[in-house]
Every structure is written in C-alpha cells, then in structure tokens.
C-alpha cells in the first residue's frame, strides 16, 4: 500500500501512528497520544525551483513531453495539494482536437481540451491534486496532444506548440510527522534524500565554541555537504538556544553544554545520540556528546566514516583511526587523471546515459576536473565513445552532435549501418585540429573546473507530404531510443598541474588549492579565538562547498586560533576574520576591512569582464585608497603565502555581522560565487565586485622548456622575436658550416695541385 495513501487512512480512522502500514524504509514514528495536534505549514514550489532551466518548458510536435520533479520528506506528509499551471497554447493548434494531458505518478489527472478563446492567449489552470498519489518521490508531467489540420499532418510542424510558464506554481500543505529517535536512517531528518531543497541544517553550541569545537563542526559540516551535493547547504550557528521549526545539530561537552541540556547525563566516552527537542517530538536534535573537546573530534570522525554501524537512538565511538591519506587530485567527485575514465564512472543517477522520444532529450554528463590542469599546449583530450541508437528511416539528416560547456564541437551521421557505432573523438582544445577523419575549423573551447558534455541526437523528419496522385502519405511517429556506452571513456591522464595565482575563481567553484587534497590534509585555517555566530556560519559554509566539490570530508584539517602559529607554514592558509601581522603585506594585500575602515589597490586598467589575459602593467597596482564609510561589506582576498612560494592564502574579512550574512550567502548562491574571481572580491549590499590586481605566480610544476613555450606562447610579440633569433642564429650556424666545407674543399683542392 502507498505509503501517503496509508497515512491519510491512519489519520481519518483516529489511529495514533500515522505510519501504520508503511513499507521498511520509512522512518518509525514516536507514539502521538500525548503530543497534540500535528504542526501543519504550507510550502511554494515554483517551476523556477523544480523544473529544468530557466522554469519553463515548451511542448512541441516532436517532443510533446514536460515534466517536473519533486520530493516529500520522510517526516512530513502531503494532506493537500494543488497545481497553479500557467500556459500559453499555439494560435496554430485546432480546438477540441488538441488537448493537454497532466499525469501525476504516471497517473493521469486532468485533461485539457484547447478551445477557440485559449489560442495565443494566456491560460491559468488551478487543479486539485490528490493526496493519496503523492509518494516520496514524485513526477508530474504535461503532454501535448496537438493537431493543426485534419489531414497530411506533419509532427514536426513549428505550428504546434504549448508554452508552460515558469510562474506556474506547486502548492503543498505538509502535516509533520513525529520521528522515533532511530539512528539507523541517519543522516535523515538531518538531511533527506528526498528533499531537493538547499539544505539548511542549525548547528548549536553553549556559547562561543573554542578551536576543538570549531574543527568538530568543520568537519561534519564538510561531511553534510558531501551528501547534500548539487542541492547547496547552508549551516546557521546559534548559541544556547535551538532553532524554531528545524532539526539541529547540537554540540556539549560535560562541562560546556547548552542550558536546554543541563539535566542530560554526563558522558565517559565519545557519543552520539538523537533525542527530541524540548517539548517538541516534531523536531529532532543529533546530541554530539564528550567529555571534552578531543571527544567531540572523535565523535565526529566516528560518525562520519562509521554511520553505516549506527542504530538505536544512541551510539558510543570506542575509536576511530585514519589508516589511509588521500592522495593529490584523488577526490572522489573529480576525474580521474592518473588513468582514462568511463562515463559509468561520471554518472550522478540512473539510466543517465539513456534518452527516448520522437527527439530523444540531449544526453548530459557532467566532468568536474582540477583547476591546475595544465591544457595550455594540449591539442585534444581523447574520448573513446560508443553509443546505440534506434536506426532513423532515413539516413540523410539524421545526426548525433557533441558539444562542451554549451558550445559545438563535432556532429557524426546517425545511419542503419553498425560499424559506424564507435569512434574516435578529441575535444578540441586549439582552432584548426585537425581529426583522423576531416579538417575541422573549431572555435576554442575553455575547460574550466565544472562543464558540461552533451550528446543531442537530431532524428530528420520522415514526413513526405502529399504524393503526385494527390493521396496524402503519412508516416506513424515512432519513439526513438538512445544510449552512449556506459564503457566510454575521457583520458586526462599525463597532462601537469600548473596554474597561475592568485585564483578566487578556482576557490570559490572547487575549493581550490586546499581541495589538491580532498581530506584538507595540507590546509591550515587560521579562525577567531571567539568566533561570532556570523563568522562560524561562514566558516562551515565553505567547509561544506569544499565537502560538495571533492565529495570527501575534510578528517584531516587543521585549525587554530593562534597568528602565531601559521608562521613558516607549509601549508595553504584559510583566514576566517582577521588577518594577523605576519600577513599583513600591504605589498601584496589589496583589500583590508578594520571596522568601517577600508583599504583598496585598484589596477591600472580593470577589465570589464573575467579576462585571464590581462598583463602584467595593466593588472599593477595604479591607486590606493582608504575610505572610512558607514554600511556593511566584505572582502575575499588571494595572495601568495609569504612563508612557501608554493603555497597560497585566501582571506575573507568582513565589518560586521551584517557583513559576514553578506559574504555567507555570496558564497551559498551560485550567480554571485561565479562573480568571485581575480585576486579580490568585494562584496556589498549592491553584489559582488571583482579585481585582478598586483602580481601573480604559479603553483605546480613544468619543466623548463615548457616554461619558456607557455611564456612565449602568451605574448606574442616576444614569440615573434624568439622565432626571428632563431632563424638569425640558425642562419649564423649554417653559413658557418657551409664556410667550413667551403675551406675544406679547397683546402683539398691545394692538396691535389
């Protein structure tokens, strides 16, 4: 029985367990006699939320399918529901005989006939959705039935259209759920699979958390964000008090704890346990519990590589241990560059590599690479790739096209034939690359840390109108299946690591450099003695973007409240607050934030846009200036560590707690985080403004001849005159051979005589 269906009959019936009859991998219920009445809210879904870039979505002949997606967590359940659909049908499309079919769950639910007064014009829909067929994972989808003409009517025709608007709307009433404490679902409520929202997840400490809780957070918060991926995370910190309406993470030692805990048994070991919050069995706390700081550390790492062993509503870690460091550039969400990688590999959900349709959908796969990889000199990376594909009744026209990052890069003939299934492709990385099998003139494509491969498979249309007798022929549209090969594979194994700093871009999209290392073992992040909630917010934000982009958590790093510490460091620096003397370079820092003093290096010439070519005058300091100014603002900041030339620091600073909200949530939302780039990004109620400005140097290693192509390379005026010197001095060299055979000869000649 469905699990929505068996709840709303346990509640009409007045039973107490509102999950009687649910399948196994429900949550358990606590008992509800005593607890009152269910909280109940009502939740917006918008398309711009649930539904594929940019929210709308146009039905057409040839791809009449729409559809959306969505969630319900385990501990609410949906009572009401409600579509608002705002569409838009083609002025084109012949009333009565074209209708709109909405389908929940594969359920159909209303039918839309077009009529005369629809066409062209604005529509809204409000329609009741049934509760009962609502599930933990749920479809709704929108099908097109359109019709033009009566007779020769091609699919295909651009006149046949229905536009949903991206204002359409989802509307739920959710009833919550009481939770038995039962860690064996963990990491649900904290975080469920099935909610497709950005996680925001409440951390509680008793009150300013020294530097042992300040990792212990750190550490969990990069676990959840391993697990939140793609949704985003965000990780408000309060002191002695809980959230309302939310579950919380909540850390106590037996001597520091929050007040709400006060008559909770002390503990002699490391220990985990999910307890109800105070006079609320809705909302759940994760209780990370210790007898002091290094007990805490040891609960989180036990919880984090052991929650597989987790049950029972609380659990003591008798000893974790860290038997095996990553390796550089091994993260589990990057690929591969020590061996090629197949696209099973790169897969994020099933059946990923496989499309259907009259116009199959495109097929996507997303490559997250190290942004270190040196690609300067490459002339392709080398795709192994194999696909299937239903044969279309004509070969002419039909074609499978690959692009990257949205841009074109090669298109092969779709035909009966099957020797043809298999090919060799290269991404072009340079104009003019010439393949095995033809000369192509291919714009140059940028690989940055995130892009994105597609294969569209383009069916030609096989409708042939009328024929010479004035009979019409039609064709019967058939479904047509694709599917790349799960076995293909991408190579960037044997390409180096070098990359010019400082690079915010490279921090801000993939944690980079401190993510070389997915457990953080090379990273040292300089924090706040006495963190305030704002700047604690801060620091567990970037340590779960950091969790998301490498899909490790960060076991191995390192904090400390103490300046004086990351003296002679040999490891990158993350600065939370502000910077300590031993950084401050005024040669190298070009922001600084002393309350509402600020201190700016602007360049000589700023370019309008992210452009990576700028040179070395122009990216050089042409002005400071030191403004003291009423209003919030914030800073990133990149600069070369002054203790190894290997090494980076990169430094957020803000003025107030305002501020650090400002900055928190630039590093959360990801238009403003793709804003970050260059070597500094300030960041005020306006947006976020970025420089490159001051020097720069590089990280990783090329030999030296590769140093000297990469700098001739990018200046070509001096390429121009190196290659003039070459020829001087091998014009130089050949006159003197020739002079020398010259003399030889007639030297040979006076012999003779």
Not at 1 to 18: E, W
Not at 415 to 431: C, E, G, M, V
Request: charged content about 20%.
């Amino acid at each position: 029985m469905n699990k929505r269906l068996s709840a709303v009959l346990a509640v009409m019936l007045g039973m107490t367990n509102p999950l009687w009859a649910a399948p196994q991998s429900t949550l358990p219920t606590a008992d509800l006699a005593d607890s009152g009445t269910a909280p109940v809210h009502d939740v917006v879904r918008a398309f711009t939320q649930i539904a594929p870039p940019p929210g709308s979505m146009t039905l057409s002949g040839t791809r009449p399918d729409g559809q959306i997606e969505f969630g319900v967590r385990s501990d609410e359940l949906v009572t009401q529901a409600r579509l608002t659909l705002h569409y838009r049908p083609s002025p084109a499309l012949t009333p009565t005989l074209s209708q709109l079919k909405i389908y929940l769950n594969d359920e159909l639910v209303n039918l839309v006939t077009v009529t005369p007064d629809q066409s062209g014009q604005e529509n809204t829909l409000d329609l009741d959705l049934d509760p009962r067929f609502i599930s933990d994972f749920n479809r709704l989808r929108f099908e097109l039935v359109g019709h033009y003409t009566s007779v020769c009517e091609n699919p295909a025709n651009s006149t046949i259209w229905l536009d949903i608007s991206k204002a359409s709307q989802l509307h739920l009433t959710l009833q919550k759920l009481a939770l038995k404490n039962d860690l064996s679902h963990f990491p649900e409520p904290f975080l469920d699979p099935r909610d497709t929202q950005k996680l925001s997840l409440p951390m509680v400490f008793a009150g300013q958390p020294a530097i042992g809780q300040q990792r212990a957070a750190a550490v969990l918060a990069s676990w959840f964000g391993v697990k939140a991926q793609w949704r985003g995370q965000s990780f408000p910190v309060l002191y002695n008090q809980l959230p309302a309406g939310q579950h919380a993470i909540v850390f106590a030692t037996n001597a520091q704890r929050p007040d709400f805990l006060r008559d909770l048994p002390s503990v002699d070991k490391p220990t985990v346990r999910m307890v109800s919050q105070p006079g609320n069995p809705w909302q759940k706390m994760l209780l990370i519990l210790g007898r002091d700081d290094n007990d805490l550390s040891t609960a989180v790492a036990g919880l984090v590589q052991g929650n597989l062993l987790l049950r029972g509503d609380s659990a003591i870690i008798e000893s974790v241990d860290l038997l095996a460091p990553r390796q550089a550039y091994d993260a589990p969400n990057w690929v591969h560059t020590d061996r090629p990688t197949t696209f099973a590999e790169l897969t994020q959900y099933e059946n990923q590599l496989q499309s259907e349709g009259m116009q199959p959908a495109p097929v996507t796969l997303t490559l997250n690479l190290p942004p270190d990889l040196f690609l300067v000199r490459a002339r392709g990376i080398t795709m192994d790739v194999g696909w299937r594909y239903t044969s279309p009744l004509q070969n002419e026209g039909s074609r499978l096209a690959v692009h990257l990052n949205n841009q074109f890069m090669q298109d092969y003939p779709l035909s009966a034939k099957t020797d043809d299934s298999k090919q060799l492709l290269h991404i072009p990385l340079i104009q003019g690359l010439q393949d095995s099998n033809r000369q192509l003139t291919i714009p140059a494509l940028r690989l940055g840390a995130v892009n994105q491969l597609r294969f569209n498979f383009d069916y030609a249309n096989t409708f042939s109108g009328g024929t010479a007798d004035g009979h019409c022929q039609t064709v019967t549209p058939v479904t047509n299946h694709v599917v790349i090969d799960p076995n293909s594979t991408i190579d960037f194994s044997g390409y180096r690591h070098y990359i010019e700093m400082p690079s915010l871009r490279s921090f801000a999209n993939a944690g980079f450099p401190f993510s070389r290392f997915a457990d953080l073992s090379q990273t040292q992040i300089l924090v706040s003695a006495k963190p305030s909630p704002e700047q604690m917010s801060t620091l567990l934000t970037v340590m779960g973007n950091t969790g998301a982009q490498t899909g490790y958590p960060a076991l191995r790093v390192e904090l400390t409240d103490d300046g004086s510490k990351v003296k002679n460091s040999a490891h990158d620096l993350l600065v939370i607050g502000t910077l300590p003397p031993g950084l401050r370079d005024e040669r190298q820092i070009n922001v600084l934030i002393d309350a509402t003093r600020t201190a700016l290096n602007t360049p000589k010439r700023q370019s309008l846009l992210d452009d990576v070519s700028v040179s070395a005058d122009e990216r050089s300091v042409g002005g400071h200036t030191v403004i003291s100014a009423q209003g919030p603002m914030a800073a990133v900041i990149g600069f070369q560590s002054p203790f190894d030339a290997q090494r980076s620091v990169v430094a957020l600073m803000a003025d107030s707690p305002q501020a650090w909200q400002m900055l928190d949530n630039a590093l959360q939302d990801p238009r403003k985080r793709n804003a970050i780039y260059g070597s500094a990004s300030i960041i005020r109620e306006s947006g976020v403004n970025s420089l490159r400005v001051g020097d720069t140097w590089y990280v990783g290693y090329l030999p030296w001849w590769e140093r000297v192509w990469h700098a001739l390379a990018t200046h070509p005026l001096l390429l121009g005159a190196f290659a003039v010197l070459v020829v001087v001095i091998f014009a130089l060299l050949m006159w003197r051979v020739m002079r020398m055979v010259t003399r030889r000869r007639l030297g040979e000649d006076d012999h003779d005589d």
